[in-house]
């Protein structure tokens, strides 16, 4: 009788995971997980031969973040093809930042006994007790992107050179309006990730390794006087919630001087700043302020080319999801995947060997030669 309640409830949990698989996309906000926008980025699934199905009958469970932003969309179908391609079964979930349905998400991956776990958290530190189950029952854990804090339970972390990224912010700025040499002063607000994203605070301490000195000799102006993680941060990573920010402060800080620098961390910020500004008068090529971002999407690259957004991040997810199934490969074969970073990624309980990827920044000046030549986007994708 036991045996038969358990299979019984071995079953309902995996109906339970299938369930949720299948609304895991509102259909008229964002493409489905598994389907790839027309408008992605290009993925380039390695075509493996029949013998190299290393994957052949194991089970990849990939739990992502949100599908709001185009970015997480692209890491997930770059990494379901490539599993794909090398013979394993993927299952691809997207928790909508909620946290709890990521926590579930991942319990249900659990219980149907998944070969691999890959997580790129909502908040990291909810994740810490389905983690432990995980370890308990011998599935691995492979962290990607987002680091997975206060846990023993991962094996790996795949993701870019996070305080990299907030320095190529910070020296695009520097050199965009030659801080080191200038005698004008510059106007600047922040708008920083979220307080529950390791990255998030790395990019901060790039960003102000190089602009601190620019603020404390005056040639960059705060007029919030909102310079500290603790001040700047947004959670979630809420495009709104940076909307807001900008739009109060304009009106409360910006009424008689324009704001001359938005350094913003994500290019969900940097469309919420253009919403603001755009309603606050401010035009492109007259006022319009230097408008930092990150991601490189598709929308973002279109900004820069019209002028609304200065620059970005380029983080090619594809080179991403390829390091993330490297690892997703050794730790199911026994093999030992490619590493070059085993001191920075400390999460509380263990450093975490990590395989970081290059940012790039890209702006007006390049994007044809990265993002165009990269093949991430097709010429006719930026018109369109
Ligand atoms: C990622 C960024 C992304 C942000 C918001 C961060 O963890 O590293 O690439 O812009 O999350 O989704």
Avoid at 24 to 31: D, G, L, N, R, S
Avoid at 118 to 135: H, N, P, Y
Avoid at 302 to 320: A, F, P, V
Wanted: glycine content about 8%.
């Amino acid at each position: 009788m036991k045996k038969f309640l358990a299979l019984i409830l071995a079953l309902v949990m995996v109906m339970g995971l299938v369930a949720c698989g299948s609304n895991e996309a509102p259909a008229t906000e964002a493409p489905k997980a598994d389907a790839p926008a027309a408008d992605a980025p290009v993925a380039d699934a390695p075509e493996a031969p029949a013998e190299e199905q290393v994957g052949e009958g194991k089970v990849v469970g990939i739990a992502m973040p949100t599908q709001s932003s185009e970015r997480w969309i692209n890491d997930g179908a770059n990494m379901k093809s490539q599993l794909e391609a090398l013979g394993y079964e993927v299952i691809l979930q997207y928790a909508e930042d909620d946290v709890q349905q990521q926590v579930s998400q991942i319990e249900n991956f659990v219980a149907q006994q998944v070969d691999c776990l890959v997580i790129a958290a909502v908040d990291s530190g909810a994740l810490t007790s389905v983690e432990a189950q995980a370890k308990a029952a011998g599935i691995p854990i492979i962290a990607y992107d987002r680091l997975l804090m206060d846990t023993d339970a991962v094996s790996y972390y795949a993701s870019f050179d996070n305080e990299g990224v907030g320095r190529a912010i910070g020296e695009y700025i520097e050199t965009a309006k030659d801080l080191a040499n200038t005698t004008e002063t510059y106007t600047i607000e922040f708008f920083m990730g979220s307080p529950d994203d390791n990255n998030a605070v790395l990019l901060h301490k790039g960003v102000m390794s190089v602009l601190q000195k620019y603020l404390d000799n005056g040639t960059l102006v705060c007029k919030t006087g909102r310079t500290s993680f603790e001040d700047t941060c947004i959670l979630r990573w809420s495009q709104e919630t940076a909307q807001q920010w900008c739009e109060n402060y304009l009106a409360a800080y910006y009424a008689d001087e324009d704001l001359d620098i938005a350094c913003t961390a994500f290019d969900g910020f940097a469309y919420g700043c253009r919403s603001a500004l755009e309603s606050a008068g401010y035009v492109v090529g007259e006022n319009w302020p230097l408008i930092t971002g990150q991601d490189a999407e598709l929308m973002a690259t279109k900004n820069i080319i019209s002028g609304h957004q200065t620059m970005s991040i380029y983080k090619d997810t594809r080179l991403l999801a390829e390091k993330c199934v490297t690892m997703v490969n050794a730790v199911l074969t026994g093999s030992e995947p490619e590493i070059n970073d085993t001191t920075t990624y400390d999460n509380n309980v263990m450093v975490v060997p990590s395989y970081l990827c290059t940012p790039v920044a890209v702006d007006v000046s390049n994007y044809e030669e990265i993002i165009i030549g990269g093949g991430y986007y097709t010429a006719e994708q930026l018109a369109g």
